[in-house]
């Protein structure tokens, strides 16, 4: 059974840092799988803005987010990171994270229908 816990959101002035932690059991990290982060801020859609497949590391990010988040992943811990740097107000939002079995083949790293698996979220709020 997979199960995602996130961890580490909260409150921070514009400009700050946060890291946020995606805990996974029952998901194997050793393989051909793939995790992502999303957020989603009142009113809005889901949006995905972070990807890693695990076995070769590669990651993918969206628009709004490169070059200020970065997704890292800690196979000893069975753990996805979210590094948000230069955190805007625009930010806020409840973060997921979310796993996906089988990363080969053509699919969109960013898109919620690609992930089966999700975790409860994590509150991020950043003030001006």
């Known amino acids: 059974q997979v199960q995602l816990v996130e961890s580490g959101g909260g409150s921070v002035q514009a400009g700050g840092s946060l890291r946020l932690s995606c805990a996974a059991s029952?998901?194997?990290?050793?393989?051909?799988?793939?995790m992502g982060w999303f957020r989603q801020a009142p009113g809005k859609k889901r949006e995905g803005i972070a990807s890693?497949?695990?076995?070769?590391?590669?990651?993918y990010y969206a628009d709004s987010v490169k070059g200020r988040f970065t997704i890292s992943q800690d196979n000893a811990e069975n753990t996805v990171y979210l590094q948000m740097n230069s955190l805007r107000p625009e930010d806020t939002a409840m973060y997921y994270c979310a796993a996906r079995f089988d990363a080969r083949g053509a699919w969109n790293p960013l898109a919620e229908s690609a992930y089966a698996y999700w975790g409860q979220g994590t509150q991020v709020t950043v003030s001006s």
């Open positions: 029952g998901f194997p990290f050793f393989s051909n799988n793939a």
């Open positions: 890693i497949f695990l076995s070769s590391g590669t990651t």
